[in-house]
């Protein structure tokens, strides 16, 4: 079955620490996203990427990091720099051509808990 | 410019009620209007979207609302069932750049519980 698999699905980090989340996707996207859940504040978008070897900030990207070495991975890795990592990530994929609606396939998630 | 606002933020009503979400939104480039269901636990997925070049669209129990004018759009969900019981995303999308792929900003979510 085609669809986009995260891991871990739950992660506890000490703070100090960097951690990586795992995003693969078998739909042959060319578009993947990085996005934070929290409670009462939506999908706020972290980094996106259209192409491979290509990334850019979205709206709330201090703190992360990301690589697109490969067409079907988009790892993330929230950086000791991030202030406040406690939360639900997804991440999502679309077809990223021009003039396609932009629907986005999400993951079922990781939840980053900071001890 | 570019945020979407939604209200309520919590919904509760009795098995077959008619549930109502609204999304507001002030970008004009904005032309797809979607919504997201998304179960605790899981990521969200497309429930049902809109262009604004119609007023309406339904798809089984859910119709979107879309008034162009007023740059609000609303989620109304016919004869509710339990099973309905989750948080609701409105979106709206634009093409950032020439060229690029939608890019799609969401609504703070309704989390919607229906009663049996």
């Known amino acids: 079955d085609g669809g986009i698999t995260q891991s871990p699905k739950y992660l506890f980090r000490k703070e100090g620490q960097n951690v990586t989340l795992s995003c693969e996707q078998n739909l042959n996207h060319d578009a993947m996203y990085w996005y934070r859940q929290d409670p009462g504040q939506g999908l706020r978008l972290i980094y996106y990427s259209q192409i491979v070897n290509d990334f850019q900030k979205g709206d709330i990207a201090e703190g992360y990091s990301v690589s697109r070495e490969k067409k079907e991975s988009f790892p993330l890795t929230v950086t000791s720099a991030q202030k406040n990592p406690t939360a639900f990530y997804l991440c999502?994929?679309?077809?990223?051509?021009?003039?396609?609606?932009?629907?986005?396939?999400f993951g079922e998630g990781s939840r980053l808990t900071v001890l | 410019q570019q945020q979407v606002k939604q209200s309520p933020q919590s919904l509760i009503v009795q098995k077959g009620g008619i549930p109502i979400i609204n999304c507001a939104y002030e970008n004009t480039a904005f032309d797809y209007f979607p919504w997201y269901q998304q179960f605790p636990g899981k990521g969200p997925a497309l429930l049902i979207a809109i262009r604004p070049d119609v007023s309406e669209k339904k798809e089984g129990r859910f119709t979107i609302s879309f008034n162009k004018s007023a740059k609000q759009f609303s989620l109304h969900i016919m004869d509710s069932q339990p099973g309905d019981s989750a948080t609701y995303f409105c979106a709206a999308g634009r093409e950032i750049s020439s060229g690029s792929a939608r890019q799609l900003t969401f609504g703070s979510g309704t989390q919607l519980t229906v009663l049996p």
């Open positions: 999502a994929s679309s077809i990223g051509n021009r003039g396609h609606t932009g629907e986005l396939f």
